[in-house]
């Protein structure tokens, strides 16, 4: 095994992900969403943190937002949240952040999505820590907003974490706690 | 080691809690700590979930709440969220659950409690499943709002959780975050 020289960040999808009719849209951006999981991947020692969405005025409102905490009122106010904030970044597609990836690290970033369902190619966590720790490239993850991330997306992913099994049958995680949970899995100590 | 008959609930405590100068308050519930919580403790088999406050117009609130899930338009809506809806429950106090618990089981509950920083008494997650897969007794974790639980509550708690280390020295995780985090250590397949 070679040293793990492997990155990671984490994207939020807002588009294009399924709305409970199954049809493709765009969602909001919401502030917690980006607050606690700044927070997460912050702990979780990841390089960036990327808000997904082609709306305008949602690209307005989040860059809005991460000024507030990392040069206005906010970061004085509070340090820790300055640092989290520090890794946020909000990009109109997800070609975007893999054009920023290989622009800075000569290669294309792997890509890791989660889904509620099983997969042919689905990899288990542990399966997927071996295969980070043994690499050095860097992996993007990616979490989809609504009822998920268009299929498409999963399909084109070079790895689908299994589902998170809990210990009932009921499997309806929030996007913030489904991040946290596999955040830890991946990368706790 | 006999078959694991132990059950286990949480309770989201705000009061008494500290705010950020370290003086004791009562902190305000939040919507999205029902819910997010609520998914998280029915995702993992938690019998209840309790919502620990004094206050009477957050007593209300959290009822209403509960009730438009549970009985009321959102119940039709979403049977899902109902199903998260249907374990939670509010208290006025933590002695409200230990006498509930013991009225129900004929004991009263171990009270597990999680914090920011490590004690004499820590205990690691491994151990505490291994505790709890020994035990039938009922499991009350106990998690704090605002800057965290009154010292006296920890110092009183049977079990004192290992503060949860990502990968970095940073550890400012939303309580929402560090619920899903602990409850996927203890309680995942």
């Known amino acids: 095994m070679t040293k793990n020289t492997s990155t990671a960040s ?38 960036r943190y990327y808000i997904v969405t082609p709306l305008e005025e949602q690209v307005t409102l989040v860059k809005k937002i991460i000024k507030h905490w990392t040069d206005g009122y906010g970061a004085s106010y509070n340090d820790d949240r300055k640092k989290a904030l520090d890794i946020v970044d909000v990009k109109e597609d997800i070609d975007a952040i893999k054009s920023e ?45 609504g009822w998920g991330l268009e299929r498409a997306i999963i399909e084109d992913a070079d790895y689908v974490l299994e589902p998170i099994s809990g210990s009932t049958d009921y499997n309806h995680l929030s996007v913030r706690s489904a991040v946290a949970i596999i955040l830890d899995r991946l990368f706790s100590q």
């Open 101 to 145: 990836v290989e622009k800075k690290n000569g290669k294309k970033p792997k890509i890791i999505v989660t889904a509620a369902k099983k997969y042919v190619k689905s990899i288990s966590y542990s399966s997927m820590r071996e295969v980070m720790a043994d690499s050095d490239d860097h992996y993007v993850m990616l979490f989809g907003t």
């Open 10 to 47: 984490i994207a939020l999808v807002h588009y294009p992900v399924y709305n409970r009719r199954k049809e493709v849209i765009a969602s909001a951006v919401t502030n917690l969403d980006i607050h606690d999981i700044a927070r997460c991947a912050r702990t979780y020692g990841l390089e």
